[in-house]
């Protein structure tokens, strides 16, 4: 058995994968790489087989139909034959220094007789043309040196939220909980970090930056002009993270109040977007939204309404749309968003 399975989704990557792959061959044997092409049709297939070629003990090229970045995970998750799980899309990176710390960390565990559910690491926002490179760190929220639980878990401040740029999870935990991201939709890292949670007993926290999580392509999924565009996938992931559980039957404080903000902080994003775009149909969208939460849980609704981010993004009329979006370029520079 590997150590670590690294699954790269990939469509249409030829001008970046190759940069991907080189930064994770450094974990050498104790990993493998699991590039998924998603029905690419430019030179990834080609840049996929190459690798596998050269190294067929570490990466492992995997061809299907177009899914979507959801079905590749799956299909790289379906794959992994690792104890341990990390996505890595494939026009981001790896520092090297930092993941030979983490497989380092992952290999004592594997030694000893503890289980480790989730290591988290930092990321860093390689923002194109900014000059100071915003790093999510979660010193002032996590125990270092030690396997912690969620009681364990101090305050997570709002924008300090676990991406999957700063998870790996145990591969088995990941197939007991069900993970199956939905096809052909954008945005389901979202659940692919929140699904998992309630199944996450043990924890560990590396204060490295890791992950580096390229931002500033003009056809990137994060871009404001195209999440408007795919407003309704952001939607659709939002309705399943509210349909994933009862929140409030989540018998662990700590976890119970994590989970709450990360669907806040979602909702607040499908809502502002919405707002932002001012057509008459999504606005339309937003108030269908938030009847669903309505429906969905009555409770939630007034929880996730009268919070500060949500009252703020519900503000009446046109000022207080004006309000609305005000609110959103600060969280824009908080959270860094495209």
Known sequence: MKLLSIAVPCYNSESYLERCVESLLAGGGEVEIIIVDD???DATPEIADAYQKKYPDIVRAVHQENGGHGEAVNTGLREARGLYFKVVDSDDWVDQESYAKILETLQEIAGSDQTLDML???????KQGAKHKKVMKYTSALVQGRIFTWSDVRHMRKGQYLLMHSVIY???LLRDCGLNLPKH?????????YQPLPF????????VDFYRYYIGRGDQSVN??????????QIKVNKLMIDSYNLWKIPNKKLRKYMFNYLEIITVISTVLLIRSGTKENLEKKRELWGYIKQADIRLFHRLRNGIMGSTMNLPGRSGRK???AAYKIAQKVVGFN
């Open 39 to 41: 029905g690419s049709i």
């Open 120 to 126: 988290v690491s930092n990321f860093v926002y390689e």
């Open 170 to 172: 145990r591969t088995k």
């Open 185 to 193: 939709t954008f945005y389901v890292d979202n659940l692919y970090v």
């Open 200 to 207: 996450v007993k043990t924890m560990y926290y590396l204060d």
């Open 224 to 233: 404001e002009t195209v999440m408007i565009s795919r407003i309704d996938q």
């Open 323 to 325: 309000i609305s979006i």
